[in-house]
């Protein structure tokens, strides 16, 4: 009996990790054990901080303006300011704990930035998802179908109804990362140019 229930826990641990392997459908030109070991890199980065520009496009609200995004693990502070129809906006939080500062409106609190966001700017963005995409791989927790680029790197993420474009890299202390990223989803195109990457691993 206990060595059936050994078989049956074994069987059980296989069949949860092939399903997670599953979740991600790889094509293009790059090689996927390449692509592999670029993917076990990126994922020590647990830190860094962000400078660049952000353009939105979006039923009401459309427009560019700067971006500054701090990350230390779970925590994060993600700025937005400039001509962005509604004017500066600072997101910053952890899970279960989530504040958004809007210019000239209030303070507003949440459990989920993605509610938030929805709920006083009409933004619906994945901000969870762009933990992972700003770094340039799919958010673990769903099934994401990845096209690779002939550097055995993201060159398209499609990921819970949204279409990610990654148009260049840049190489920061040895990392390679997104310089330029194109989202598509419904009714909201995001474009982000990152000048500067600040990557740093804390470890846990």
């Known amino acids: 009996m ?27 030109q790059g090689d996927p054990q390449l692509w592999k070991a670029h993917k076990a890199q990126i994922s020590t980065l647990d830190a860094w901080q962000i400078n660049g520009k952000v353009g939105i496009r979006a039923p009401k609200d459309s427009g560019s303006g700067t971006l500054f995004w701090l990350q230390r693990q779970d925590y994060y502070d993600i700025r937005l300011s400039g001509p962005l129809g509604r004017g500066a906006a600072r997101l910053t939080g952890r899970p279960g704990a989530i504040l958004l500062e809007v210019a000239n409106q209030g303070r507003y609190e949440a459990e989920s930035p993605e509610a938030l966001l929805e709920e006083q700017l009409g933004w619906r963005l994945p901000v969870s998802h762009l933990l992972w995409w700003v770094r340039g791989l799919p958010a673990p927790d769903s099934k994401s179908r990845v096209t690779l680029s002939s550097d055995s790197q993201l060159a398209r ?19 390679s990362l997104p310089q330029r990223i ?23």
């Open 157 to 175: 993420l499609q990921q819970d109804g949204w279409d990610v474009e990654y148009l260049s890299y840049a190489e920061q202390n040895g990392y």
């Open 2 to 28: 206990f060595r059936q229930l050994i078989v049956i826990s074994l069987l059980a641990l296989l069949t949860g990790c092939a399903g997670f392997t599953n979740r991600e459908a790889i094509e293009g």
């Open 182 to 204: 194109k989202l598509h989803g419904e009714n909201l195109d995001v474009t982000l140019v990152i000048k500067d990457w600040q990557p740093r691993q804390l470890g846990q």
